[in-house]
């Protein structure tokens, strides 16, 4: 009899599921003698099939073997305990003895229950008369807890609460309302059970008894735990390898089971369509984990619910028509997303063996939430950035900025067609991180927003992005706040970071924003001779992406540092793989300035004096911006050297000597020097000849700096206060740049405008705009005269220099042939088209550029000679006066009153009338009339493909010598497209990259084994 515990009114029958009398179930059938509430009835289920071996399931269960009055059935072979209680509910003499009952216990042969389990589970169910289940707690075999009830997520994963290993202290007691209990110990009145329709003969081994509460709750009912109602579960029955293949997928297949039951019919349908990509992809990534038998199990789990729709279906209307209460009633019941993932970390960590860690991993630990430093910094850095913009958003031009097309569908088309649409277009790579850029635009295009808004965007959270991912680094290897806080000053002002910004340098500007994250991803990762893709290594990878699409010799670099780490080193792959049509070009090109130089328009600038490009100034503007530059260099490599010189005299011998720190000091000299060389490489011309940037080695320099400092000051929270107060006034140095640049409306410090990217008005006029969003593609010819009349000629094809247009690879080979006084066909006609037009215009100058496919020109500059070339255009026969605009003065070209495309139909190849034709960014599908001949102005190349009607067309000799054109025989539909057998082979390879990466991100965690059930 209980103690202060009064008796429940009602009668137990108890259930127990047998596999033949086993030493557990004489175990189980004693533990049930010693209830101190004895049990009113006991059946006993024996599913120990006819042809099992003895000495593998035990002996026959005998009535001579149970306790008097015991009901006996035996079943025979079940799938689970649920096909089992459901035979025996088939029962005559059972049936009656259930349904007379007011409980049922339901009990594994493996269970050991307590004393007074059965007495402290009936006392909790007076709690509430709504009350129609109670699970126990329960133990392992070891002691351990197992579970207190079952926890699980609105999808129907379960969540253990309970931690490996961890011993019962009282921490559970005051659990009461749960979510279900497993089928092992689980008391539930006999009513409600034969009202929901019990168990589920669908699931089983796993999660029957998370489906069987679910409906007792949807019913309207309670399920609560009895934390003093103990219960061993000794799991004989279980796998005795609970990672296997069978029982993983037997654990996902009851998972993907019991998600479809629960999901609303919406839901349900959207989850089905979403499973065609995600369960691919997620077992992708299990496989490229070494993990093919969870791979295995989540895919055959997943295709089993086909064949179990017409089941699914059935149970979701047994679930409808016994449900009284919404879902969203069990909604406080349910793990959030957020607090799974807090509890599965929970789990993960408490795995780590404290031994094991190393101090980068504690330190990390502890200072992970440590936001207040990061956040308030970051804040004030964004804040000073966006005042620093706060006008010039709108429309950025100069410098070496490059916009990108207005929509989102030229820029992806431009991106990964293989063909630049730069001028009249060529075979040349576009620089890589356009392909970037078009993938990350991707997102704002289901909103309408331009793919330019991309790049105000990252312009202005560049200086808090740069802190944040700098803090990344520095607290793997130190918990000074204030040293962090220096460290992410210093990082967020550089002078190479600033000019970049300030001049429209993106890619070099990518480079330093991401280096700090990429060094510390890079570390991280263990030095495997294998690989196995987990999240650390996408995540390093995806940032690698980035830095090497912005720099590609980062990229060839890090691959030859750590060649001796296969774990790393693949890390870099996936961004070599996005430059390889780069590499391929310039090595072809054999164009070796543009593999030096970051993938970016070249754009003049003043250098340092006195070689300061060697140590962080790549340039210089005024006397003012040296100064305001200087201090902050200056306390850099003050500090960092003090720092080493300080760990060299206390260095305990050579055992606490870093290794690496005469490579970081090596690295950060060769980036000087490296930077300094870079300035004195042409890599493009304009009037004059355009200079690489040193700017991304210049970050490369810096960052070693900062972690060789970082590697000398280890234990740098031992310091005292003024050390502390040092850092603070090295953080107030590292923000004089940034605020000098935000007080520039009263104080001139910034870089010079003649070279900088700020707000300017538009550079093509709004007529010229129309013509190159028609179905024409028409271009824009620029005249750019220089003060001493030297003229530069560009054709642009969007609204100004763009990105998606530009290629550093063609950069240096137009500056090769300006130097050498050589040029293709293409160039070499436009220069005498415009030298024609510029002195003594005649009729066939406005027909030739209307070849180029341009339909407006633009004169920039106003001085002698731009006025002297204006006065020769008005006159000019096919060139119609616009006007006096923003972008300068525009003349419309119309040779004898047509308009020229980028695509036309003329009768015959000879010069005459061009029938203009509808005609997208790069390919084009029309209707045409024919016969006659097709002309586009792109540069003849063999991978242009035309069809019509389904043949191909073959290439003709254009009149111009340098365009494309077709033989057309009749009418038809016409298709075109540029086609690279290596570039498709190119484009496959990274969509199985970028499924390699996605699937790393999808599954970056273990599954966590609960075993509760």
């Known amino acids: 009899m209980a103690?202060?515990?009064?008796?429940?009114?009602?009668?137990?029958?108890?259930?127990?599921?047998?596999?033949?009398?086993?030493?557990?179930?004489?175990?189980?059938?004693?533990?049930?003698?010693?209830?101190?509430?004895?049990?009113?009835?006991?059946?006993?289920?024996?599913?120990?099939?006819?042809?099992?071996?003895?000495?593998?399931?035990?002996?026959?269960?005998?009535?001579?073997?149970?306790?008097?009055?015991?009901?006996?059935?035996?079943?025979?072979?079940?799938?689970n305990i649920s096909d089992a209680l459901a035979k025996v509910s088939k029962d005559h003499v059972a049936s009656q003895v259930m349904t007379a009952s007011d409980w049922l216990w339901i009990l594994h042969d493996d269970c050991l229950p307590a004393d007074t389990c059965l007495e402290e589970q009936l006392a909790a169910t007076e709690a509430g008369a709504s009350i129609a289940a109670v699970t126990p707690k329960v133990f392992r075999a070891d002691g351990t807890l197992a579970e207190v009830g079952i926890h699980a997520t609105a999808s129907g994963r379960r969540v253990p609460l309970v931690l490996d290993g961890e011993i019962d202290q009282g921490q559970y007691d005051g659990v009461t309302d749960v979510l279900a209990g497993g089928s092992a110990g689980l008391l539930v009145a006999s009513s409600v059970f034969n009202q929901v329709g019990g168990f589920d003969r669908a699931l089983g081994p796993y999660n029957e008894g998370l489906e069987l509460c679910w409906r007792i709750h949807r019913a309207g009912h309670r399920v609560v735990a009895a934390p003093n109602a103990h219960l061993t579960h000794l799991q004989v029955s279980s796998p005795q390898n609970l990672r296997r293949t069978s029982a993983l997928r037997a654990r996902r297949s009851s998972e993907f089971y019991f998600a479809t039951l629960i999901a609303n019919p919406l839901l349900l349908i959207v989850q089905a369509l979403a499973s065609l990509l995600w369960v691919p992809l997620s077992c992708l990534a299990l496989l490229l984990s070494a993990r093919p038998r969870a791979a295995y199990a989540r895919f055959f789990a997943w295709l089993g619910l086909f064949a179990h729709i017409p089941h699914i279906v059935a149970a979701r209307a047994r679930h409808a028509r016994g449900a009284?209460?919404?879902?969203?009633?069990?909604?406080?019941?349910?793990?959030?997303?957020?607090?799974?993932?807090?509890?599965?970390?929970?789990?993960?960590?408490?795995?780590?063996?404290?031994?094991?860690?190393?101090?980068?991993?504690?330190?990390?630990?502890?200072?992970?939430?440590?936001?207040?430093?990061?956040?308030?910094?970051?804040?004030?850095?964004?804040?000073?950035?966006?005042?620093?913009?706060?006008?010039?958003?709108?429309?950025?031009?100069?410098?070496?900025?490059?916009?990108?097309?207005?929509?989102?569908?030229?820029?992806?088309?431009?991106?990964?067609?293989?063909?630049?649409?730069?001028?009249?277009?060529?075979?040349?790579?576009?620089?890589?991180?356009?392909?970037?850029?078009?993938?990350?635009?991707?997102?704002?295009?289901?909103?309408?927003?331009?793919?330019?808004?991309?790049?105000?965007?990252?312009?202005?959270?560049?200086?808090?992005?740069?802190?944040?991912?700098?803090?990344?680094?520095?607290?793997?290897?130190?918990?000074?706040?204030?040293?962090?806080?220096?460290?992410?000053?210093?990082?967020?002002?550089?002078?190479?970071?600033?000019?970049?910004?300030?001049?429209?340098?993106?890619?070099?500007?990518?480079?330093?924003?991401?280096?700090?994250?990429?060094?510390?991803?890079?570390?991280?990762?263990?030095?495997?001779?294998?690989?196995?893709?987990?999240?650390g290594w996408t995540c390093a990878a995806i940032v690698g992406l980035i830095i090497t699409a912005a720099y590609p010799l980062l990229g060839v670099c890090a691959l030859v540092l750590f060649s001796r780490s296969l774990n790393r080193a693949t890390a870099l792959l996936p961004g070599l793989l996005l430059c390889l049509p780069f590499f391929v070009d310039a090595i072809l090109w054999r164009a070796w300035p543009a593999l030096l130089a970051s993938a970016e328009a070249a754009a003049s600038y003043e250098r340092a004096p006195f070689d300061m490009g060697a140590w962080g100034i790549p340039a210089a503007s005024s006397a003012a911006w040296l100064g305001v530059c200087a201090p902050l260099l200056l306390s850099l490599w003050l500090v960092t050297l003090l720092s080493i010189g300080r760990f060299l005299l206390h260095s305990r011998g050579p055992s606490s000597f870093p290794a690496s720190l005469p490579a970081l000091v090596g690295i950060a000299l060769v980036g000087g020097i490296g930077a300094l060389a870079l300035s004195y490489i042409?890599?493009?011309?304009?009037?004059?000849?355009?200079?690489?940037?040193?700017?991304?080695?210049?970050?490369?320099?810096?960052?070693?700096?900062?972690?060789?400092?970082?590697?000398?000051?280890?234990?740098?929270?031992?310091?005292?206060?003024?050390?502390?107060?040092?850092?603070?006034?090295?953080?107030?140095?590292?923000?004089?740049?940034?605020?000098?640049?935000?007080?520039?409306?009263?104080?001139?410090?910034?870089?010079?405008?003649?070279?900088?990217?700020?707000?300017?008005?538009?550079?093509?006029?709004?007529?010229?705009?129309?013509?190159?969003?028609?179905?024409?593609?028409?271009?824009?010819?620029?005249?750019?005269?220089?003060?001493?009349?030297?003229?530069?000629?560009?054709?642009?094809?969007?609204?100004?220099?763009?990105?998606?247009?530009?290629?550093?690879?063609?950069?240096?080979?137009?500056?090769?042939?300006?130097?050498?006084?050589?040029?293709?066909?293409?160039?070499?006609?436009?220069?005498?088209?415009?030298?024609?037009?510029?002195?003594?215009?005649?009729?066939?100058?406005?027909?030739?550029?209307?070849?180029?496919?341009?339909?407006?020109?633009?004169?920039?500059?106003?001085?002698?000679?731009?006025?002297?070339?204006?006065?020769?255009?008005?006159?000019?026969?096919?060139?119609?006066?616009?006007?006096?605009?923003?972008?300068?003065?525009?003349?419309?070209?119309?040779?004898?009153?047509?308009?020229?495309?980028?695509?036309?139909?003329?009768?015959?190849?000879?010069?005459?009338?061009?029938?203009?034709?509808?005609?997208?960014?790069?390919?084009?599908?029309?209707?045409?009339?024919?016969?006659?001949?097709?002309?586009?102005?792109?540069?003849?190349?063999?991978?242009?493909?035309?069809?019509?009607?389904?043949?191909?067309?073959?290439?003709?000799?254009?009149?111009?010598?340098?365009?494309?054109?077709?033989?057309?025989?009749?009418?038809?539909?016409?298709?075109?497209?540029?086609?690279?057998?290596?570039?498709?082979a190119w484009k496959a390879a990274c969509a199985l990259a970028a499924a390699v990466m996605l699937g790393g991100l999808l599954r970056g965690r273990k599954d966590v084994v609960d075993d509760g059930e």
């Not at 289920?45 to 399931?57: F, N, Y």
């Not at 002078?495 to 994250?517: D, E, K, N, Q, Y």
């Not at 107060?725 to 140095?733: E, F, N, P, S």
Request: charged share 20%.
């Open 324 to 535: 009284s209460q919404p879902r969203s009633s069990l909604r406080p019941l349910l793990t959030g997303r957020f607090d799974a993932s807090r509890i599965r970390r929970t789990h993960r960590s408490a795995h780590v063996i404290e031994e094991q860690a190393s101090w980068k991993d504690s330190l990390l630990e502890r200072r992970s939430s440590d936001l207040t430093p990061r956040v308030v910094t970051s804040l004030a850095l964004f804040l000073l950035s966006l005042w620093i913009y706060r006008s010039d958003l709108g429309s950025i031009n100069g410098g070496a900025w490059l916009n990108l097309p207005d929509r989102f569908t030229d820029l992806w088309t431009y991106a990964w067609s293989g063909w630049l649409p730069s001028g009249d277009g060529s075979a040349h790579a576009v620089d890589p991180l356009v392909q970037l850029l078009s993938v990350l635009s991707a997102p704002l295009a289901l909103f309408g927003i331009a793919p330019t808004v991309l790049l105000y965007v990252f312009l202005v959270l560049s200086p808090a992005w740069a802190a944040l991912n700098m803090d990344v680094l520095s607290m793997r290897l130190t918990s000074s706040r204030s040293l962090r806080v220096a460290l992410m000053c210093l990082w967020a002002s550089l002078p190479s970071a600033l000019f970049a910004m300030t001049s429209g340098r993106l890619a070099s500007l990518a480079v330093h924003v991401f280096m700090p994250l990429w060094v510390a991803l890079i570390l991280s990762l263990p030095r495997d001779r294998h690989v196995i893709l987990r999240r």
């Open 3 to 79: 103690r202060g515990i009064p008796f429940s009114r009602g009668t137990v029958a108890v259930i127990v599921v047998a596999r033949g009398m086993t030493p557990e179930l004489r175990s189980l059938l004693d533990a049930l003698a010693a209830q101190s509430r004895a049990v009113d009835h006991l059946i006993v289920c024996d599913v120990r099939a006819p042809r099992t071996s003895p000495l593998a399931s035990g002996q026959v269960v005998i009535a001579e073997d149970l306790p008097e009055n015991a009901l006996l059935i035996s079943v025979g072979r079940a799938r």
């Open 682 to 984: 042409p890599v493009d011309s304009s009037n004059s000849p355009l200079f690489a940037w040193g700017g991304p080695l210049l970050s490369v320099q810096a960052l070693a700096l900062i972690c060789a400092l970082l590697l000398c000051v280890k234990d740098v929270e031992k310091e005292g206060k003024i050390v502390r107060i040092g850092w603070k006034l090295v953080a107030c140095v590292g923000l004089i740049p940034l605020l000098s640049m935000a007080a520039s409306p009263w104080l001139e410090v910034l870089p010079s405008a003649q070279w900088s990217a700020r707000s300017t008005s538009e550079q093509v006029p709004l007529v010229s705009r129309y013509a190159q969003n028609s179905s024409r593609q028409a271009r824009v010819l620029v005249l750019n005269v220089g003060a001493d009349g030297d003229l530069d000629a560009r054709i642009w094809r969007g609204a100004g220099p763009q990105w998606s247009e530009h290629s550093s690879v063609a950069s240096w080979v137009a500056l090769h042939d300006r130097m050498n006084n050589t040029s293709d066909p293409a160039r070499s006609e436009l220069g005498e088209t415009i030298a024609t037009l510029v002195s003594f215009p005649d009729d066939s100058a406005s027909q030739r550029l209307a070849l180029h496919g341009v339909d407006t020109i633009i004169v920039h500059s106003g001085g002698p000679a731009a006025s002297s070339i204006t006065q020769t255009l008005d006159r000019a026969p096919g060139i119609e006066k616009i006007g006096e605009t923003e972008a300068g003065s525009a003349w419309r070209v119309r040779p004898d009153g047509r308009k020229p495309a980028r695509l036309c139909l003329a009768s015959e190849s000879a010069d005459s009338q061009c029938e203009e034709l509808a005609s997208g960014v790069i390919g084009a599908r029309t209707q045409v009339s024919g016969p006659g001949v097709l002309r586009l102005a792109e540069r003849q190349n063999s991978n242009w493909v035309a069809t019509l009607n389904g043949q191909r067309l073959n290439q003709t000799e254009a009149t111009n010598q340098w365009g494309t054109a077709f033989s057309l025989p009749s009418e038809g539909e016409l298709v075109l497209n540029y086609r690279s057998n290596w570039i498709l």
